[in-house]
């Protein structure tokens, strides 16, 4: 029977800032740099993004048009009798 060799992932504390309230926060990740992260603010408890290890505003390309925004499609005109 072999042994398994047991791996360890080196665990970091990032210190950052929440970009909405500037809260001080605290991240914990195995990895080196956080590429891509999506973290709430246990603070203000808003959404924002961690993009090579620096925390910014979710961009508002994200979210949905609200309904009163139409879309780009051409309506078919009714035909009259």
Do not use: W
């Amino acid at each position: 029977m072999s042994s398994r060799r047991v791996v360890k992932l080196p665990y970091t504390e990032k210190q950052m800032a929440c970009p909405h309230c500037r809260a001080p926060l605290v991240i914990g990740t195995v990895m080196d740099t956080i590429l891509l992260a999506r973290r709430i603010c246990p603070k203000c408890h808003r959404e924002f993004l961690i993009e090579n290890d620096v925390p910014r505003k979710p961009a508002d390309g994200l979210k949905k048009p609200s309904r009163s925004v139409g879309s780009n499609k051409v309506k078919k005109a009714a035909r009259s009798r």
